[in-house]
């Protein structure tokens, strides 16, 4: 049985459900998967648990300096003297960690880990095959290194950007980002809707801004609901922000829209809507191509989440709304226009990749295979 080491990180969900999704996959393919937060297991506590509030609070109150650093570190190398040693974060503990574990492959979702492994192997390290699973659908210079044996991207245009800056196309694979089983079977829109306690008589929109939902603009999209000139169904995620919860369930009292906190079946929800309005995270656009359901981008973040934004506008798979009084004139526009929203699922159809997570857990072993 193979052992299959996969590596994380907990800045956002995404990268952990990318990790569940294939541990999933290479279990399902007899493999033994093991998830490691690198941060947890390979940086400092202390270094892990104010690196992680830092990352929160720079979103929450200091947006436009995040997206300032994002710009600027893709513009050096990633193991430059300005990144301040980052390329080897937790190199020397995760050279432990494979001693320890002896894995026969590494998978790593994130682009941290990615570069140590990669340290790893230009210090004349013996490190198993590696794989690096890209989670946005953009080429960033953090992500590069020349040890890593092999990419695994979203799109045909996030590969041609990787080799543009470099890397032989032998080493990237078009494959998608890894999502839910439950996204590669066909689910009935009218069965969801019943499920939910929705009618077939109004549109209904999904509004979601992540695990962390305080960090999109979700009263804003609840206000232009509760403002719109026809009648609408409604679903807002507030994700695990109980406080964005309440706020949103006092807004949105005694009308046709209803409040949520975390919630396990986003499938369901999705099948169930007829638009999604959301910022641009990577799992998040990943999930909506895979279930067909247009998507009205608003409050996007700066940094990955707006070069994700960019990819699916040029793509033809999204609108994108820049300010409130923009989204009210595209929430009125998409729903009220059928062929605007059958184009954009059309346009998915093209980039939609459900089975993401099974053709890397594919390659990951036939590379142990060719390695032994």
């Not at 798979?317 to 699922?345: C, F, K, P, T, Y």
Request: charged residues 25%; proline residues 5%; hydrophobic residues 45%.
């Amino acid at each position: 049985m193979p052992r299959v080491l996969v590596l994380t990180a907990s800045y956002g969900s995404g990268h952990n459900e990318a990790a569940r999704c294939l541990a999933s996959a290479l279990a399902a393919r007899g493999a033994e998967p093991i998830v490691v937060d690198h941060f947890r297991a390979c940086a400092h506590p202390l270094f892990d648990r104010l690196s992680r509030a830092a990352y929160v609070m720079l979103l929450r109150r200091a947006p436009a300096l995040w997206g300032l650093a994002y710009g600027l570190g893709d513009r050096m190398a990633s193991d430059s003297w300005m990144t301040f040693g980052a390329s080897r974060l937790g190199a020397a503990a995760l050279g432990r960690l494979l001693e320890h574990l002896a894995p026969d492959a590494v998978v790593s979702v994130h682009a941290t880990p990615a570069l140590a492994m990669a340290a790893l192997a230009q210090d004349g390290r013996r490190v198993p095959p590696h794989v690096t699973v890209v989670t946005d659908f953009v080429a960033h210079s953090q992500w590069i290194a020349p040890g890593v044996d092999h990419y695994c991207v979203a799109a045909d245009e996030v590969g041609r950007e990787f080799v543009a800056r470099g890397i032989p196309r032998d080493r990237i694979q078009v494959t998608g980002v890894p999502v839910r089983e439950a996204f590669a079977v066909p689910v009935d829109g009218a069965e969801a809707r019943r499920a939910l306690g929705l009618g077939d008589d109004a549109p209904v929109v999904l509004a979601m801004s992540g695990s962390w939902g305080g960090l999109g603009r979700l009263p804003d999209v609840a206000r232009a609901l509760l403002a719109a000139d026809r009648r609408i169904q409604g679903i807002l995620v507030a994700g695990r922000d109980e406080r964005l919860r309440g706020r949103l369930a006092r807004l949105t009292a005694g009308s046709p829209l209803r409040t949520e906190g975390h919630v396990s079946d986003v499938r369901g929800m999705m099948a169930a809507a007829d638009l999604l309005v959301t910022k641009a995270g990577g799992m998040t656009l990943a999930e909506a191509m895979a279930a067909e359901l247009p998507l009205l981008f608003y409050g996007s973040l700066p940094g990955q989440e707006r070069r994700n934004e960019r990819f699916a506008s040029r793509a033809g798979i999204a609108l994108v709304a820049r300010d409130r009084r923009h989204l009210a004139r595209l929430l009125d526009r998409a729903l009220g226009d059928a062929d605007l929203l059958e184009g954009l699922r059309e346009r998915m159809r093209a980039y939609r990749r459900p089975d993401a997570a099974h053709v890397i857990a594919d390659l990951t072993l036939r590379r142990v295979g060719g390695r032994r």
